[in-house]
Each structure stands twice: as C-alpha cells, then as structure tokens.
Nanobody, 116 residues
Framework: QVDLVESGGGLVQAGGSLRLSCAASGSIFSLNTMGWYRQAPGKQREMVASITSGSNTNYADSVKDRFTISRDNAKNTVYLQMNSLKPEDTAVYYC??????????WGQGTQVTVSS
C-alpha cells in the first residue's frame, strides 16, 4: 500500500506563487516517476509536470517557464513550485507516483484557486 499526502494549495491572486508538496509513504519502488496532474471543473485531468527518480523532467506546454518540479528521493517527496499563476491554472492538483508501467497511486488532491 502506498499513500500520497499533498499540501500547499490555496487561494492566490494572478501573478502570485504557490508551492505544492507531496509525500509518499509505503512500499515504493526506488525507480519511479512522480508527477502532478490537475483537473479543472468540466475538464479532463491533465499532466502538469513529472520527474523521474533520476531527475528527468517533463512539463505541459502551458506551464513551461512558470512551474518547476523537483523531488527529494530520500524523503519520497515531490514539489511543484508555481510562479506567475494565471486564473486558468485554477484546478484540483493531484500527485501521482508510478513504476514499472504497471503500478500507480494517486493523492486525494489539493485545490489551487487563482483569482483575477
């Protein structure tokens, strides 16, 4: 069993910043990918950013140059630094961990609201 606990969401004005954290615990394979996804009302869940245990990163085009993903392997924790936030970034943000193209686990989500 793997548990993911997210924190750091909230309400911020456009142009502001937030930092999300997600701590994973349980039986975790060392070679894994952690990532952030988001889902806005009426829209499908989309990938925001991901990072492998070797620190290879991938970003959605809409957040490149504004968001930065990082991780602490010793703590099984992933972070998402979000700068220059826009109203269209408003969504529930979910943390995900996966490995071996077979196992995946999700957090419960944290709300990010950006006011204009």
């Amino acid at each position: 069993q793997v548990d993911l606990v997210e924190s750091g969401g909230g309400l911020v004005q456009a142009g502001g910043s937030l930092r999300l954290s997600c701590a994973a615990s349980g039986s975790i394979f060392s070679l894994n990918t952690m990532g952030w996804y988001r889902q806005a009302p009426g829209k499908q869940r989309e990938m925001v950013a991901s990072i492998t245990s070797g620190s290879n990163t991938n970003y959605a085009d809409s957040v490149k140059d504004r968001f930065t993903i990082s991780r602490d392997n010793a703590k099984n924790t992933v972070y998402l630094q979000m700068n220059s936030l826009k109203p269209e970034d408003t969504a529930v943000y979910y943390c995900r961990i996966s490995w071996l193209l077979r196992y995946e686990y999700w957090g419960q989500g944290t709300q990010v609201t950006v006011s204009s």
